[in-house]
């Protein structure tokens, strides 16, 4: 039976050593860089070949959670870094990671080519890469069969009519969630947006987890045929409505509510400690050249920050533009994202 | 036998399952808990005062607490009649539904959640019960995913009770309920604690579960110390919360030790196919239909519910969602084939199946041998405790503690794809702990004594009386392993590695994006998981050693 057993301890030993090695470990050597993401980061298989061709770096992404617990882990790990570059970090959380020290500055040339008003890093400690909104989503069916008028402003939302037809995320646990409670207080200010949920709590809005719960399970256009026709999700969600789709239909079944819309900034930026800077620095550059940002759209239903990157066909017909999203300064988000979460619990979940 | 080399031989045993925890666990959950104590060096206490007094948290702790043991104690009232029908009556598709209710298990709550919420919500089937994002619903689903740990684990034991001695009972006059009580139930008590206490670990840290189904009201340890860790990055907090839960795991784990009995007594054990019968006359046929009827309803329905769906497309029935698996839309990355997705699962599930069975089995022979000579038991049961305690630590800070424990040579294992079986492994060794060890105290020492005395040499007594019945353990344990790893979702998800999507990270990853088509593939890439479940599991056990070979 001894024997047994050490034969078994040794097999075991084995096999995990060849895993180790198999597997190896990430980043460090000249020729292989790690891009540290979230599970949401999605790119072409050709596009990063691309990149190898050009300067001979290989790139191997590591996903690490979501946006929170990927930033998080490149906190904890700032003095033995897990990689070279992180993508994944957005405005509702700039602060935290800057503040911290773990991004090495950098101003890449290609910044040239991307609109001021997305650098929201006057010290270029990160890039932008990418754009999106959040916004109020509707389902076009259900108003045109109740003959109802969409609402056009948040305070529409709390008026009798649409009494129990929105759903929205938790901030606490969602980040469009978090978005659309940041669309408020700018909306609103620091001293109208509580009386502003307490409407909307007055008006029935129904609150889930995450976005899935919301979108596929709640969205009356979502897959999941649920009951509220208003859902916090995002600009890109009409065209994917329809590039999902088979057969494509002509127009879209959601449309956007353009006043309820929140700019969402995507940044990548040099991890301080990478022994590969200048290959690092290249990535980011790669990431904002048209190659990388051309391909942005349909992998990740977000927007090129690139000044006349060319869009696809469906986001072209099908992705209504807000003209003037609703905005908040990074570092006032940072000040205040915690206390403004902790307060809008009370306010309607309490 | 020389006790002295006996307590050696243990030791050695013991080596291994204790290396692995301390190595992958403790050491881990050691490391990112003490950053969150000694912040700037110095040791902060004020975050475990905050947990003591702050009114919030400690309805916090007490709602994870009594929601959890609620849980247990529903899973086991409605899963043990189902273990009793599934262990004794032979009935056509016995041994495929025994397999079959493990599906529950693996599937990831995502979308459980969203076949429940489909039947629970307003103008749902069960919409006029009101259930929608309350206790109720958390309770439906704990039971509806835990249902198979106590059946298997409390109808593998009861599948090997020797049925002539509740018989004896019944003859010399005492009613069923008598001969169940005094027979049976102490018969059957180590494994049925065995089941609770995994059950109520997986509740007591249920995550998914009351996030979705819950919804936005409801707080447990495990998502409080999510939130601490992931959202607000507060480290003290959140290690404050880790250490409230290990001392509850402590305490529970303590007490169900007491419900195992000081020592567990030998049975006599026989081969299930010795046991099982057809259910004769009308009340026995009543009892396995009213048990068929209840997993119908519990695990069934739901599971019917994603099956639907992933065969609807506009207008009717079809195998769009199928062939959409498959479609490559714009070269994009996050289209893995089904394929790959599939030989990723099997590769880890594989690989942790082979690590959780030789750690856990190690530990099960030396816990076992514990308690036949009579060795101390401290050290077992510390060990015992040690090896349950990943069940019942928030998966965030076994992540978080992976990253900042495993960095140096010769671990330095971040960003390693070899921590996705081993986190699985971590999971699975205490259910093959628990499944086995009950097993393998239950051989009656009398039947080795006997082959000692007719000249059989160590090594055929272990051949012959020991290893069909363990093997037969180790086969049920090893499904569960495989099973886990195939369903792990919550764990991985923390720890950084390079991508090799599985089946569940598939799944998450197309319902995160809107559309038809992104729904329909992902009921479809759940259907072919709980396909590929049942199979797998139907054909691990199939495995026929020694003459104990079946169920």
Redesign the interface.
């Given at each position: 039976m001894r024997r047994a057993a050490v034969t078994v301890v040794l097999a075991t030993l084995g096999l995990a050593s060849t895993l180790l090695s198999a597997c190896g470990s990430g980043g460090g050597d000249g020729n292989t860089l790690t891009l540290v993401t979230h599970d949401s980061f999605a790119v072409s298989d050709d596009v990063f070949a691309e990149f190898t061709e050009q300067t001979g770096v290989e790139v191997e992404v590591l996903p690490s959670g979501d946006a929170g617990a990927a930033i998080n882990q490149v906190i904890l790990t700032k003095d033995d870094p897990l990689g070279d570059v992180f993508f994944g970090l957005d405005n509702t959380f700039l602060t935290r990671a800057t503040e911290e020290g773990v991004f090495a500055r950098y101003e890449s040339p290609e910044l040239a080519a991307v609109p001021d008003q997305y650098e929201l890093d006057p010290r270029h400690r990160v890039t932008p890469i990418d754009r999106g909104d959040v916004c109020i989503n509707y389902d076009k069916a259900y108003f045109a069969d109740n003959g109802l008028p969409v609402p056009q402003t948040l305070d529409d939302l709390t008026r009798p009519e649409y009494r129990g037809l929105l759903v929205t995320e938790n901030p606490a646990t969602s980040s469009p969630g978090l978005a659309f409670l940041l669309a408020t207080v700018a909306q609103f200010g620091e001293d109208g947006w509580r009386d502003y949920w307490e409407r909307l709590r007055a008006n029935d809005v129904q609150v889930v987890a995450g976005w899935e719960e919301a979108y596929n399970g709640e969205f009356s256009a979502g897959e999941g045929q649920g009951d509220q026709p208003l859902v916090v999700s995002y600009a890109s969600s009409p065209p994917a409505a329809v590039f999902f789709s088979d057969p494509q239909p002509a127009e879209s079944p959601i449309g956007t509510v353009l006043a309820s819309c929140f700019n969402q900034i995507e940044f990548a930026g040099v991890l301080e400690g990478t022994d590969n800077e200048r290959a690092a620095r290249e990535l980011v550059d790669f990431m904002l050249s048209e190659r990388f940002q051309e391909d942005i759209p349909l992998n990740m239903f977000v927007f090129p920050v690139r000044d006349g990157v060319l869009l696809p066909d469906v986001f072209v017909q099908f992705a209504e533009v807000p003209p003037e999203p609703l905005t908040l300064d990074p570092d006032e988000i940072g000040d205040n994202r915690d206390r403004w979460i902790e307060e809008w619990t009370d306010t309607v979940l309490r | 036998m020389d006790r002295h080399r006996a307590a050696l031989?243990r030791a050695?045993?013991l080596a291994?399952p204790v290396a692995f925890v301390a190595v992958f666990f403790a050491y881990p959950v050691a490391t990112i808990v003490g950053?969150g104590l000694w912040p700037d060096g110095h040791l902060d206490l004020e975050p475990l005062g905050k947990v003591a007094t702050d009114a919030e948290l400690r309805e916090v702790v007490w709602f994870t607490l009594w929601q959890a043991a609620l849980s247990t104690v529903l899973t086991v009232l409605v899963a043990l009649p189902g273990a009793y029908v599934l262990a004794r009556y032979d009935f056509p598709g016995r041994r495929l539904l025994w397999a079959a209710v493990t599906v529950p298990f693996v599937l990831p709550t995502?979308v459980v959640?969203?076949a429940f919420?489909?039947l629970l919500?307003?103008?749902g089937p069960l919409g006029a019960l009101g259930l929608e994002q309350s206790l109720a619903a958390i309770l439906i689903a704990h039971v509806f995913f835990n249902y198979a740990v106590v059946v298997r684990t409390v109808g593998g034991l009861w599948s090997h009770l020797d049925p002539r001695q509740e018989e004896a009972a019944r003859v010399l006059g005492a009613s069923r309920w008598q001969a169940f009580r005094a027979v049976t139930l102490p018969a059957l008590r180590p494994a049925i604690a065995a089941a609770a206490s995994i059950v109520f670990l997986f509740t007591f840290t249920s995550f998914g579960v009351i996030?979705?189904l819950g919804?936005?009201?409801y707080a447990t340890l495990e998502?409080e110390i999510y939130?601490q860790?992931?959202?607000?990055?507060n480290l003290p907090l959140a290690a404050a919360l880790a250490i409230v839960q290990v001392l509850a795991v402590v305490a529970l784990l303590l007490v169900s030790a007491r419900a195992q009995g000081r020592r567990a007594e030998a049975l006599r054990l026989r081969a299930a196919g010795e046991v099982v019968r057809r259910p004769e006359g009308p009340r026995q046929r009543a009892l396995l239909a009213a048990n068929l009827g209840v997993m119908a309803l519990l695990l069934g329905v739901p599971l019917a519910v994603l099956v639907e769906r992933s065969f609807s497309v506009p207008g009717g029935y079809g195998l769009?969602a199928y062939r959409?698996l498959g479609e490559v839309?714009?070269?994009?990355?996050?289209f893995v084939p089904p394929v790959e997705a599939i030989r990723n699962s099997l590769v880890f599930a594989a690989?942790a199946t082979?690590?959780a069975v030789?750690?856990g089995?190690?530990a099960a022979?030396a816990l076992a041998a514990r308690g036949r000579d009579r060795s101390p038991r401290a050290t077992g049961r510390g060990v015992e405790m040690l090896l349950m305690l990943p069940l019942g630590v928030s998966a965030?800070t076994v992540?978080?503690g992976f990253?900042?424990a495993l960095?140096e040579p010769p671990l330095?294992?971040?960003?390693?794809?070899?921590l996705i079986?081993i986190a699985h492994a971590l999971v699975a060794v205490p259910f093959v702990v628990r499944v086995m060890t009950p097993v393998l105290r239950a051989i009656d020492d009398g039947l080795r004594e006997s082959a000692a005395v007719l000249g059989a040499s160590p090594?055929r007594v272990?051949r012959e009386v020991d290893l069909p019945i363990v093997a037969r353990a180790a086969l049920v344990a090893a499904g569960f392993a495989f099973a886990i790893s195939l369903g792990e979702f919550g764990a991985t998800?923390?720890?950084?590695?390079?991508?090799y999507p599985t089946l569940p990270?598939v799944i998450?990853?197309l319902?995160?994006?809107?559309?038809?088509?992104?729904?329909?593939a992902a009921m479809a890439a759940s259907t072919i998981l709980m396909a590929l479940t049942a199979i797998a599991i139907f054909a691990i056990e199939r495995f026929r050693v020694g003459t104990v070979g079946e169920f």
């Open positions: - | 031989a050695a045993l291994v950053r995502v959640g969203s919420r489909g919500e307003d103008d996030l979705i919804g936005p009201r998502t939130r860790t992931v959202d607000l990055l769009g959409e839309r714009r070269g994009t990355s996050l690989v082979v690590i030789t750690v089995a190690l022979f965030v992540g978080f990253l900042v960095d330095d294992l971040r960003g390693s794809a070899a079986p090594a272990w998800i923390f720890i950084a590695r390079p991508d990270v998450f990853r319902l995160g994006q809107p559309g038809a088509l992104n729904f329909g």
